[in-house]
């Protein structure tokens, strides 16, 4: 069983910042590795799937990168609707198999 | 847009068998080659993949609900379904169905279910 671990679990941020979340994996996962954000009281969004490609809409700003064990999510610039839980996945296609970290939340500073 | 919606009772009692409908509109849940699937996240904590189908009927389960958990599907009603025995408050959580696809790139709205007497 693969086991996906988030660091750090909590970052505080002041907007217009960059900032890196990292996800690591406990065996290689390839590219499978997907990033969700979540806001209180909705369903997660699909931010990047495949490590580094961003889903449909997604803005410029957020960009995936890594393989194997080691990926992070980078937020360019942080605006105002970015504070939110962000949460790695690692996934496959062929059997459906879904394992998420544990998120990191990202805070006002 | 495909449209996914989750229903079923709000209240569960403990012991008893968890139930509840995902209902796929603007889209086919025969279409190839996408999976169904049930996620639930207790309240303030993270994301658990309870299981997936296929519209043929075949399934996936997390190993660690397999023994409670059963998902089938009715693509005459363009539905999923989800049952989840011997329910305890362990189980409270928000209930979401989703679709696959590179990852999960569609999602309900999810539904609040409380195991509670």
């Known amino acids: 069983e693969i086991v996906m671990t988030q660091s750090p679990a909590t970052l505080s941020v002041s907007p217009g910042e960059r900032v890196t979340l990292s996800c690591r994996a406990s065996?290689?996962?390839?590219?499978?590795l997907a990033w969700y954000q979540q806001k209180p009281g909705q369903a997660p969004r699909l931010l990047i799937y495949?490590?580094?490609t961003r889903a449909s809409g997604i803005p410029a700003r957020f960009s995936g990168s890594g393989s194997g064990t080691e990926f992070t999510l980078t937020i360019s610039s942080l605006q105002s609707e970015d504070f939110a839980v962000y949460y790695c996945?690692?996934?496959?296609?062929?059997?459906?198999?879904?394992?998420f970290g544990q998120g990191t939340k990202l805070e006002i500073k | 847009q495909l449209q996914m919606q989750e229903s079923g009772p709000g209240l569960v009692k403990p012991s008893e068998t968890l139930s509840l409908i995902c209902s796929v509109s603007a889209g086919s849940i025969s279409s190839s080659p996408y999976y169904w699937g049930w996620i639930r996240q207790p309240p303030g904590k993270g994301l658990e993949w309870i299981g997936s189908?296929?519209?043929?009927?075949?399934?996936y389960y997390n190993p660690s609900l397999k023994s409670r958990v059963t998902i089938s599907v009715d693509t005459s009603k363009n539905q999923y379904s989800l049952k989840l025995s011997t329910v305890t408050a362990a189980d409270t959580a928000v209930y979401y169905c989703?679709?696959?696809?590179?990852?999960?790139?569609?999602w309900g709205q999810g539904t609040l279910v409380t195991v509670s007497s």
């Open positions: 996945q690692e996934y496959h296609n062929w059997p459906p198999i879904y394992t």
């Open positions: 495949g490590a580094s």
């Open positions: 065996q290689s996962v390839t590219s499978s």
């Open positions: 989703a679709r696959s696809g590179s990852g999960l790139p569609r």
């Open positions: 189908i296929y519209y043929t009927g075949s399934s």
